[in-house]
């Protein structure tokens, strides 16, 4: 395991409180996560030390103004109470336009870096089958990027993601898309994901690939101890606030049992992290979908991403008072499925995808993003010009689309 | 089961009858004299963007605001540029100054809020100052840090929707065949709760001790009767916090209210479509408050009612995780919109910035008091 690398010397309070703070588990990071901040360093230490000055004098002068020193801000500590002294210090606006203006002199020059490294990546986002919309009312609020792409939706729409994502039909337990990515050139661990909110992607391909993949359905048994732990933190009272129940939660960790990522400290963590730091991830499919993916983006930039959203069930009565109980048990009124109220989530969780990729200098001129309905016959193609299917007539058959994208990614 | 009774039903019945033949007083009343003047503060609380509001994507998820948009004087730029919490935002607005205390209420608002400079320069009874909210942190909104003021000179703060978490968790807890489902089991549930321990679940009704005054009681125990037994099955918080605040309208007829709606901040689980829904619930009940200033006779004509979101939340582009958020700083978190309804309200728009801090010098001036040293300026458009 690779050490955790030194801070540079003089850097500003709060910004070297805040990195040292997401360095400290550097053996929980995704290797895309610590070539970050080796590159940022390597970058810091390159720089002529009056131009550091310069680049950090901004941001000295507002941690002065705003009382930030070793003792609101101890090393290495970037916790709640660090959060809440920002946010409620009258300078907060200027210390976030400060941390802003460096960023925007350090990232195009760790951009460019990223840049010259790059390779074709893919983005599959997949609606479910039961989404009461057909191809002119999907994608409105990005559709106007791309093109939409007739297909040849097969009969039997069980096979649409399998000859869509192996050019062949299930039964063939072809590799998946994502799993010829992994084991190729630019693959390897974390560079492909599947996140989904049901079971219909992960199995599909060939057993024990290198695929990473979170599924909402197949987490339900740490999701609802998990719920469990949270409900019984907050009836014993034991916890006075947020901060404390903060820390609290980061003692739950998936258990062997709960799951396949349980099995890689990095994977596990990310697991914990996602259920119990993103609002509403517990609690709803394609919340944790959308806010995984987000997270993966972010932290790992995984080269194929295929991500599977549901349809969310009804909120039940009093179930917003009721979070972390078990609906079905609390309330004998079977679960229905709100699949107009799914499609209106999807709808902008779509923009926010696309839009969190475009954020990394890593996506934004060689990804090729496919908006896919299961069993339909459209799909939205997003992409650099020469993405292949753009110039493709339709429509097309689903092994075609497959070869398309397998040319793509070059595996 | 104590169901709905013919009175109360008519009664509900008798709401939606009279928003048809009831003339519109707003806008040709002039304000009573200022010592009959009241005050009801509503607020869109844990925050709704303009994109889903007052912006032209938006009107159709607030039809009834839409509707009395042309009555009242819209205030189209509205900012909130204090923390943006909810307890900060909400506290920035009921003491007009900028709020940077503990974002989960763990301390009270900072100097004296609009309700203790309002008892006590008019010498206001403990009955005449309420606040109704949801969040448990709000349980300290009714007073500030003023040690010359303080809790003597607060409002009563009332939190209906920990009153229901109590009764529904204790449901859940006993294992009922119906589940929450059972609404009488439910109900009978919050009528216990009231009768032990309601000082656990946040309420700060005024008399002290561990028994409600029985006329408070009463008032609450109608609201929720209406709230459980009503046609649709209760899943809002926020329709109970209309009806136990129409209850205390009623009954009390307070001057000055502060009614904080909250079922929006379902934006957090991340469902667009809930965090919809709930705005355009909040829109109805925020109609249905104003249909009650309009029926009610200690209401009609004597009652200026500012509508205002805490806070906006984050913005679609560039954000860390749009509507679901509310920290960025953004403009779509900052820029909101107040709506001005009723007594001395003339009816109009303004362009110009106003801030959240000038709704309590507003309050103030239309109540005949004085704020005090606070940021906030009085809206010169309404106090004409």
Known sequence: MPSTPKLPDGLPISFAAFTSDQMKDWGLLFPAERSYFERLFKLLDRTPLAEVDDLFGPLREIERGMGIDEKTFPKSQFTLAQVDFLNRNPHYPEWRAAVAQIFARLDPVLDSEVARAGHARLVVVVAPSDLPADPDRMWMRIRQRGKRIAVDAPENGNEFLPLLLTGKPRSAGAPTIGQLFAAGKHGGPYTSWIVEAGSTLSPLGAPAAAVTSYSYEALAPYRKRLMGEVQKIVEAQETPGPRQLSARLKQLKILASEGSVAKDPILAEFARAILLSGNGTLLINNTFVEWATLQAVRRARPSVAVIGFGIRNKVKPFSSLLIYEDQDATNPIPSQMDTLGSYVDLEIFYQYIWQEFQKYAEYRANTAYLFVGDGMEEMLAVAPPDFPLLATPGPLPLPAVFGHLKDWLGV | ?384
Not at chain 2, 29 to 46: C, H, M, Q, Y
Not at chain 2, 119 to 141: C, I, Y
Request: contains cysteine; hydrophobic residues 40%; neutral net charge.
């Open chain 2, 1 to 384: 089961m104590p169901g709905i009774s013919k009175r109360r039903f008519l009664q509900l019945a008798g709401l939606s009858i009279s928003d048809r033949i009831l003339p519109s007083l707003s806008a040709a009343e002039p304000a009573a004299s200022r010592a009959d003047n009241k005050v009801i503060l509503v607020t869109f609380g844990g925050g709704v963007r303009y994109s889903e509001t007052f912006a032209p994507e938006g009107l159709h998820n607030i039809p009834r605001l839409v509707g009395l948009r042309p009555q009242g004087h819209f205030f189209r730029s509205c900012i909130n540029a204090g923390v943006l919490s909810h307890f900060n935002s909400t506290a920035s607005i009921v003491t007009g100054n900028w709020q940077r205390v503990d974002d989960f209420g763990f301390q009270p608002p900072a100097g004296a809020t609009l309700f203790e400079q309002f008892r006590k320069q008019t010498g206001a009874g403990p009955l005449d100052a309420w606040t109704v909210a949801t969040n448990k942190s709000f349980a300290n909104m009714g007073w500030g840090s003023d040690r010359a003021l303080g809790q003597p000179y607060g409002a009563n703060v009332v939190l209906p929707k920990q009153l229901l978490l109590e009764a529904v968790q204790d449901v859940v807890k006993q294992g009922s065949a119906g589940g929450v489902a059972d609404r009488d089991s439910v109900l009978r549930r919050l009528e216990g709760v009231l009768d032990s321990g309601y000082e656990g679940i946040g309420w700060t009704i005024f008399q002290g001790g561990r028994k409600l005054d029985r006329q408070v009681r009463e008032t609450l125990i109608r609201g929720l009767v209406e709230y459980i037994n009503g046609p649709e099955a209760p899943t809002s918080g926020d329709e109970l916090t209309f009806f136990i605040t129409r209850e205390i309208m009623r009954e009390f007829k307070p001057r000055l209210m502060l009614v904080n709606f909250w079922d929006m901040d379902v934006a957090h689980w991340g469902s667009y479509s809930l965090y919809l829904n709930a705005i355009t619930r909040t829109d109805r009940l925020t109609g249905m408050l104003w249909d009650e200033v309009e029926a009610n006779p200690a209401y009609r004509g004597k009652t200026t009612v500012l509508i205002l979101p805490e806070l906006g939340r984050d913005g679609d582009i560039n954000a860390a995780n749009g509507f679901l958020n509310h920290r960025s700083g953004d403009p779509s978190c900052r820029n909101t919109w107040l709506l001005a309804l009723g007594a001395g309200v003339p009816r109009g728009e303004t362009d110009r910035p106003v801030h959240h801090v000038d709704v309590a010098a507003t309050a103030a001036g239309l109540l005949g008091v004085k704020a005090g040293e606070i940021a906030g300026v009085p809206l010169r458009e309404l106090l004409l």
